[in-house]
């Protein structure tokens, strides 16, 4: 039995611990309030660094990220409960910086421009926020050096960007999907979904019985798809939907024939929820004659 993950909260121990590790290192970036689909993360970063290596998993809530209307100072913080998860999941390094060890100077000049597909979507509904995200994982990138880091489906669009990020910036290191962890109802697991009522939160299982809906009407191609989605999105009026479409996984453009990823947001009560299922896209035409 291990005694549990070392904690550094300043940049300092951070790189004394780095220093000291041996790889393949392997970065689990979230913001706390660690639930199952966290787990899930810890658990697959454990696996990728194997025994020799080793797994950071970095804790915070990165201002930089939250609209001046968003939930920076209701998101939950559970620091003890997340070190247990961390230990369970046998992670071997916590770091878990205030926002003033991060940001020194405050909000800082120069950030990552997440650039068209950045503006799509999430970056849509909370502008600035990819702006943000990736600012932070450049910034956790160069503080931790991995070899690996492992980011959830559940966050596609993130996902996506992050990968953009890597390839058009030239970053050295190798990014890991994970599936989404959803719960026994379907819903998918989130941090914020502890403010769900009861009744919010039966209104937001429409969500991934959309998704489920259009995952089963893919072979009738695009159309067919977000057809069954809003169909039963619409049969609960109470889920108020930001967006339903399907797009290419890659970019968040329009989806073509082949992979494509159904997403959507919606707000159940006060809180916001997004998800996503992939599914294949006939061949044009190919959808037509499935009818006949
Ligand atoms: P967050 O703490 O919400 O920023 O999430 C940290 C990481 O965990 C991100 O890469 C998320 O995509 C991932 N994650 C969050 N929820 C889930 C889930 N239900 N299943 C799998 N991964 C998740």
Redesign the pocket.
């Known amino acids: 039995m291990s005694d549990g993950p070392q904690l550094a909260t300043t940049r300092a121990d951070l790189a004394a611990a780095r220093a000291l590790m041996r790889g393949p290192v392997v970065l689990?970036?979230?913001?706390?309030?660690l639930?199952d689909?966290?787990a899930?993360?810890l658990g697959a970063a454990r696996t990728l660094a194997g025994p020799p290596g080793s797994v950071i998993v970095s804790i915070f809530v990165n201002p930089l990220q939250f609209g001046p209307n968003e939930d920076l100072d209701r998101y939950p913080r559970t620091l003890d409960a997340d070190l247990a998860i961390c230990a369970r999941e046998r992670a071997d390094l916590v770091f878990a910086p205030t926002a003033a060890e991060m940001y020194p100077g405050g909000r800082p000049e120069v950030t990552v421009d997440p650039g068209l597909a950045g503006q799509r979507f999430e970056g849509e509904f909370r502008p600035g926020f990819f702006g943000g995200v990736l600012t932070v994982v450049l910034k956790l990138l160069h503080l931790t050096r991995p070899a690996i880091a492992?980011?959830?489906?559940?966050?596609a669009q993130?996902?996506a960007l992050v990968r953009r990020m890597i390839t058009d910036l030239n970053l050295d290191v190798v990014i890991e999907p994970?599936?989404?962890?959803?719960d026994p109802d379907g819903l998918?697991?989130?941090?914020r979904n502890r403010y769900l009522s009861a009744a919010d939160r039966a209104v937001a299982l429409a969500l991934p019985r959309a998704l489920l809906a259009g995952h089963a009407a893919a072979r009738g191609g695009a159309d067919a798809v977000l057809a069954a989605a809003r169909g039963v999105l619409a049969v609960q009026p109470a889920l108020d939907v930001d967006y339903a479409a399907l797009v290419d996984p890659g970019t968040f453009g329009p989806a073509a024939p082949g992979p494509a990823l159904l997403v959507a947001a919606a707000r159940a009560g006060r809180t916001r929820l997004i998800d996503n299922v992939a599914l294949v896209l006939p061949a044009e035409g190919a959808g037509d004659a499935a009818h006949h």
């Open positions: 689990a970036p979230t913001m706390g309030a639930h689909g966290h899930r993360l492992v980011f959830g489906q559940k966050d993130q996902l994970v599936p989404t962890v959803r998918a697991i989130s941090s």
